[in-house]
């Protein structure tokens, strides 16, 4: 509602004078009037804020200048303020403005008091039978701006309102919290993707100026402070946008806006990221990019599905969503729109498909909102192969204002957007929240396969690896494939080589946390050769690091200090080379024997519940049976303890 805010500015720039008295304290009002709204031609908020300020102290019967205080408010996003003054001018004058009724709404709105909102909103409509005369000479004025946000505006504010002041129905998120800095900054933060272990994420930052830049946040462990920096080689004047990795952690597509020969516009182009950097870069195909505007690809979890925005001739409005689909010799088939339940004849964009490929996040203009843009979700239909009508996220991830940007993590149930909300650190802001179970999709297991030649080891590469009754998948140039597989069922593959021995094997595909995806090996054989020796297996060097956690006195749940020691204790290790960590607990002599041993037990668990969390691999935590009681032996104190004992890999 930016838009309106500026139209009543301008109504009452050119429209006040004729209202205004001649009382020393009604000219200094007016001269502080006068220079508040010069202040917001030049773009200077704060100072006409300030102004226009001094104008209500000045004289508090100057009902323009009140006004006009709460619109600039509301453009800084201090609805209190702007609530404040927009009630101080209706209770001096009821019909001083039939439009201020729904600019108090909006207010109402944007600060989270919905019922509020909808009760303003609906006596704005309901004054629409009083004739504009009523209203004296705003009711003229605002005549035109009126009618549009009848026609256009009132019936989705109304809507929205309804929407979050019954926001018990919307449980799908939890645990909203700003991620801060240096991720979020005075600039627009936004489209973040995250790497699978949560420790990497990029993102685009827009400065003031316009330009989109990819950014690079990387911090160590999941508790870790992130560092940020530009990413990649291709950050140039021009927009770069919104920046998707395959969860194989390797394949990357990304947007760039250039002007050409043949006019401006965004194109998507594709790489593959090896050792931070983007590699073997090229543009998607002419008849998926388009002469218009094309970006913000999302891939599904395996890589065979494309999703992306274009504003391209022939869609339903704006710009729509699409998918291209993996061919098997490699490349992308002909775009199709993804149709009326999920494009409008508004904007739709940053769509995010589910580990799952059956549930489709995106952002939209067009759906039912609680303001602005918000992010819907859509279900696939399998039995009609179309996706399903769009429905609203909810609050607390939607509000009246705006947000785009949905992302998940690797396992489903940590989410991220991006909004411009009330209380962030300046234009778009990352925030991060957990996802309802039911919104997370079915569970896959992320699934490494590596074909090489079991001589050799040499990979071998460009090599089809059909799945039993499924798709065909193609190995890269280190003979890796990757499979978004269901846990806890077989996973047939087969490989056929004329160099090699036909090879076929089923595996059996685990749950997986996916922060690193679950390896495979596929060696062939070549044909006639012997089978491949035995490798010879040299123990690596170990050595251990220990770490006493003390409880007190029947106590098995951790408290801060005890977590801040182990966050840093973790945050010292480098990660790759923990071979396992043996978590073994300990209690004093006090109380009876098996008492005791469940007690030490529980602070065990406790300590790898906690590491856990920090993002150590739970593969490599193990949790001996509780060693109970240590009977005559120093301070009891001490012997409330657990030990942890890493072993490390050596050098």
Request: aromatic share 10%.
């Amino acid at each position: 509602m930016r838009t309106a805010h500026l139209i009543v500015l301008a109504l009452i720039l050119f429209g006040s004078r004729s209202v205004f008295g001649q009382s020393r304290d009604r000219l200094r009002a007016v001269e502080a009037f006068d220079d508040g709204m010069q202040y917001i031609l030049d773009g200077k908020l704060s100072r006409a804020a300030k102004r226009l300020q001094q104008a209500a102290d000045y004289d508090p019967t100057f009902l323009p200048g009140v006004r006009s205080l709460g619109t600039v408010c509301g453009l800084q996003k201090d609805f209190d303020c702007a609530i404040e003054s927009y009630r101080t001018v209706l209770e001096a004058d009821s019909t001083f403005s039939r439009l201020l009724y729904f600019q108090l709404g909006e207010a109402y709105l944007q600060a989270g008091d919905a019922r509020q909102a909808l009760d303003y909103f609906q006596r704005f409509q309901a004054l629409q039978d009083r004739d504009r005369g009523a209203f004296g000479l705003m009711g003229d004025q605002e005549m035109a701006t009126e009618q549009r946000i009848v026609d256009q505006d009132l019936d989705r504010s109304i809507l929205s309102a309804q929407i979050s002041a019954d926001s018990t129905n919307y449980v799908n998120a939890t645990n909203l919290l700003n991620m801060g800095a240096p991720i979020n900054s005075e600039d627009n933060d936004y489209f973040p993707f995250f790497t699978n272990d949560l420790t990497g994420v990029l993102y685009t930052r827009q400065e003031s100026r316009g330009d989109e830049d990819l950014i690079t946040a990387k911090r160590r462990g999941t508790t870790g402070k992130f560092r940020t920096s530009r990413f990649g080689t291709f950050n140039t004047q021009q927009p770069e946008g919104m920046c998707t990795l395959v969860r194989d952690g390797e394949t990357i597509f990304f947007t760039l806006c250039h002007e050409n020969e043949g006019g401006g516009g965004c194109d998507i182009h594709s790489g593959v990221l090896i050792d931070g950097r983007i590699e073997h870069t090229e543009q998607l195909p002419n008849y998926l990019n388009s002469p218009t505007w094309d970006s913000q690809a999302a891939i599904s979890c395996d890589g065979r599905q494309l999703f992306f925005a274009s504003t391209r001739p022939g869609g339903i409005g704006g710009s729509d969503l699409y998918r291209c689909y993996r061919l098997p010799d490699g490349s992308w088939s002909e775009p199709i729109n993804l149709g009326a339940g999920v494009n409008t004849p508004y904007d739709e964009e940053a769509p995010f498909l589910s580990n799952d490929a059956e549930t489709l996040y995106f952002s939209s203009m067009g759906h039912e909102s609680l303001g602005d843009q918000d992010i819907f979700y859509s279900r696939w239909d399998p039995s009609r192969e179309r996706w399903s009508k769009a429905m609203n996220i909810g609050p607390p991830v939607n509000s009246p204002a705006r947000e785009l940007g949905f992302h998940l993590s690797a396992d489903g149930r940590q989410g991220f957007f991006a909004s411009d909300r009330a209380g962030g650190m300046g234009g778009l802001d990352i925030y991060s929240f957990t996802l309802n179970e039911e919104l997370t999709g079915k569970e896959v297991t992320y699934v490494s396969g590596f074909v090489t030649d079991s001589l050799t080891g040499e990979p071998i590469a460009n090599q089809e690896v059909p799945v039993a009754g499924g798709d065909v998948f193609r190995t890269n140039y280190a003979g890796r494939f990757f499979i978004c597989a269901p846990p806890d069922a077989p996973l047939t593959l087969q490989v056929d080589n004329a160099a090699y021995d036909p090879y076929r094997h089923t595996f059996s595909i685990p749950r997986w946390d996916n922060t690193t995806p679950y390896r495979i090996n596929l060696p062939l054989t070549k044909s006639g050769a012997p089978p491949p020796p035995e490798p010879e297996v040299k123990p690596r060097e170990t050595y251990t690091e220990t770490l006493q956690a003390l409880f007190a006195f029947e106590e098995y749940e951790l408290t801060s200090e005890q977590q801040s020691a182990l966050r840093v204790f973790a945050d010292s290790l480098d990660r790759e080379r923990i071979a396992s960590i043996a978590l073994i607990g300990f209690t004093d002599e006090t109380g009876a024997v098996d008492y005791n041993m469940r007690l030490s037990q529980n602070r065990a668990e406790a300590v790898g519940a906690y590491l856990r969390k920090l993002g150590i691999n739970p593969a490599l935590i193990v949790i001996e049976e509780g060693k109970g009681e240590i009977a005559g032996q120093r301070e009891k104190k001490l012997n409330r303890r657990v030990d942890i004992v890493v072993t490390m890999y050596g050098g």
